[in-house]
């Protein structure tokens, strides 16, 4: 199992994530970033895309950020 980072489309206003189930602890995390949303149709997390959200997703889910 491991997290999926979708590549957010130039104009994207969000970084999406997809998150196993079973990693409760990367999601704990995620939900302490101050823009976490959860996308129950897609089951997707998502944070707004922004640098410093990416260098916070860089260090908290030790992640390859397209």
């Known amino acids: 199992m491991k997290i999926i980072i979708y ?3 130039p104009a994207s206003k969000r970084i999406k994530l997809f998150i196993p189930y079973e ?3 990367e999601r704990e995390l995620l939900k302490k970033m101050p823009t976490c949303f959860y996308h129950a149709s897609q089951k997707l ?8 959200n990416k260098e916070l997703l860089k260090k908290c889910l030790q992640a390859n950020i397209p």
């Open 7 to 9: 590549r957010p489309r």
């Open 23 to 25: 990693m409760k602890d």
């Open 45 to 52: 997390w998502s944070v707004i895309n922004s640098e410093n």
